[in-house]
């Protein structure tokens, strides 16, 4: 008979989101305040976030509750498959049994959905009419843009200027879903006019996107403001992810070695690993748990764990986090969802604390491994996904050279079809071999604050 290939849950999806900050054996640096170094209370982010999500960011309840009215929304694309790779098992003739979760088949295409929708939900409770946020390439955006769409929310998107020129399909489907979408730098902000004055042609950068975002939230009454990565209710609300899985697993008769993850702020990965980590952490099982991250924005493997800014413009807390320097400007590789400056304060503590490995990869062998995926499985990876891909297939080649079997699973964080220009740049060997940036790197170390 053959194998097994796809498998869903026959229960319904999660009824709670888990909370690992309940299980940490130590617990995690405080946020800090950026003028005064103390740790924040939650007043301190009552202006940009609801109350619900401040809660759910400083929790230390095990399980929360997910509204109903998520879980509805929820339903139209989870609980989301667990696969067994077996072409890709095949084509590496290892031992190891390979398995991807695909949140590719979401709305929006990619696992942020999960939390955007969750975001919504509060902020649409709280009577709150307006969100506004920032986004790269867009995978954020049209996250939130459907979420919005879904609670009849408006939602004012500041998308980074090149990206807004170059990569229009997902400022369409923004636009499809009802957002408004604007080059930033804009004239709708007084940090965007700031930038323009001074050089009319900016291309923008995430870090002046987030600065006009959370302006124009402090500036409105009706208007909050929201972040699709790092925080600590983002990874909350993605673990729905991890306690599908699980089941999924159940009904596999199989359970994972080795747990994979892309890490850009670390919220997908955070997502599917969360929820195994506590049986390691109780000491039930000894599963291993890899973050893989692009070789030219390295935090876990090559920053440094001290409190930095969440911002380039320096107005978020103070994050204990493994980190570039907020004023880091990775090189612009084609895995955009990847180039964060430091990492979610919740992976870096599990991290730090040997419960996380990292390793770090260029670009080229990351598609080369996608394309063998998308040859062997049919489905065409995000770029960003693609480096978990190359994080499992090397584990599986381990085990073949081991003479090992090996069970491993990746998340599949989401499918690439708005990112085929950048495999015609791979088919075309045009892709450029990024590297670690150690100059850069070094000089944008110099700005982090020095905590007594
Ligand atoms: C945004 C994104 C990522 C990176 O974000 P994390 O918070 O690290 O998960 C990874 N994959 C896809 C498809 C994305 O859109």
């Excluded at 290939?5 to 888990?18: A, D, G, N, Q, R």
Aim: charged share 20%; proline share 8%.
């Amino acid at each position: 008979m053959a194998t097994k290939k796809f498998f869903l849950p026959e229960s319904e999806i999660p009824t709670h989101w888990y909370n690992i900050a309940a299980d940490l054996p130590t617990p995690p640096p405080p946020p800090l305040h950026p003028a005064t170094h103390e740790p924040i209370g939650p007043e301190a982010l009552a202006p940009l976030f609801p109350m619900e999500l401040i809660k759910q960011e400083v929790s230390s309840e095990r399980y929360i509750e997910i509204p109903d009215e998520v879980r509805e929304i929820y339903r139209i694309w989870r609980p989301s498959p667990l696969v067994r790779a077996t072409g890709l098992e095949k084509a590496l003739d290892t031992p190891a049994r390979i398995y991807y979760k695909y949140e590719g088949v979401s709305p929006a295409g990619s696992h942020k959905p999960n939390t955007a929708v969750a975001q919504a939900y509060y902020n649409k409770q709280e009577g709150v009419r307006r969100i506004a946020t920032e986004t790269g390439a867009g995978q954020w955006g049209s996250s939130l843009a459907f979420a919005c769409s879904q609670f009849d929310i408006e939602c004012k998107v500041y998308m980074v200027r090149i990206s807004y020129e170059q990569k229009p399909y997902r400022r369409s489907l923004m636009q499809l879903w009802g957002s408004s979408v604007v080059a930033s730098p804009s004239e709708d902000t007084n940090a965007g006019r700031t930038i323009r004055e001074k050089d009319p042609e900016s291309n923008g950068s995430l870090g002046i996107a987030i600065s006009e975002a959370v302006e124009d939230a402090a500036m409105r009454e009706d208007t909050k403001y929201s972040l699709g990565s790092v925080l600590n209710h983002v990874l909350l609300h993605q673990t729905v992810i991890g306690q599908e899985a699980i089941k999924q697993f159940e009904m596999a008769g199989d359970y994972p070695d080795v747990v994979v993850g892309c890490a850009g702020g670390g919220s997908n990965a955070a997502g599917l690993m969360f929820p195994f980590l506590k049986a390691k952490i109780e000491g039930k099982r000894d599963t291993r748990f890899l973050a893989v991250e692009p070789a030219s924005c390295p935090s876990l493997t090559k920053g440094e764990y001290r409190y930095d800014f969440g911002d380039v413009a320096g107005l978020t807390p103070l994050m204990k986090m493994y980190t570039l320097g907020h004023g880091f400007m990775p090189p612009g590789i084609h895995a955009g969802g990847l180039r964060y400056h430091a990492m979610a304060p919740l992976l870096c503590h599990l991290y730090s604390e040997g419960f996380i490995e990292a390793v770090a990869h260029p670009q080229n062998p990351c598609f080369e491994a996608a394309t063998l995926f998308a040859r062997t499985e049919g489905i065409v990876p995000a770029p960003e996904s693609s480096h978990a891909i190359k994080g499992a297939i090397d584990e599986a080649m381990a085990a073949k050279e081991a003479g090992q079997s090996r069970v491993i699973v990746f998340n599949l964080s989401g499918h690439g079809f708005l990112d085929l220009a950048a495999y015609d740049d791979y088919l075309a060997g045009r892709l450029v071999d990024d590297h670690y940036p150690e100059e850069k790197v070094r000089e944008a170390m110099k700005d982090l604050p020095v905590i007594a």
